[in-house]
Nanobody, 120 residues
């Protein structure tokens, strides 16, 4: 079984910064891609940023230039550095991973979510 555990959410003023972390644990052969999604009240979950095991990350237009995704493959951990936060960034942020749990087992795994609140 594979779990993703997020941390780092909280309350911050507009213009401030937060860093989210997400660590994967369990039976893991490899993780192909990891990403961050968010869901604001009354809205659908949307992609924030995603990074493959090798290659360039991609970002939602709304966060380009402000957010940076990175990963530490040795630790099976992905990070999201969020700068210049805006009230519209307020949401529950979810970590996602495409995990190879065995030779023939591939899983899409979600974390439980961490709340980010940006006050104006």
């Amino acid at each position: 079984q594979v779990q993703l555990v997020e941390s780092g959410g909280g309350l911050v003023q507009a213009g401030g910064s937060l860093r989210l972390s997400c660590a994967a644990s369990g039976t893991i052969v490899s993780i192909r891609a990891m990403g961050w999604y968010r869901q604001a009240p009354g809205k659908q979950r949307e992609l924030v940023a995603r990074i493959p095991s090798g290659g360039s990350a991609n970002y939602a237009d709304s966060v380009k230039g402000r957010f940076t995704i990175s990963r530490d493959n040795a630790k099976n951990t992905v990070y999201l550095q969020m700068n210049s936060l805006k009230p519209e960034d307020t949401a529950v942020y979810y970590c996602n991973g495409d995990v190879r749990a065995s030779t023939y087992t591939f899983l899409e795994v979600w974390g439980q979510g961490t709340l980010v609140t940006v006050s104006s």
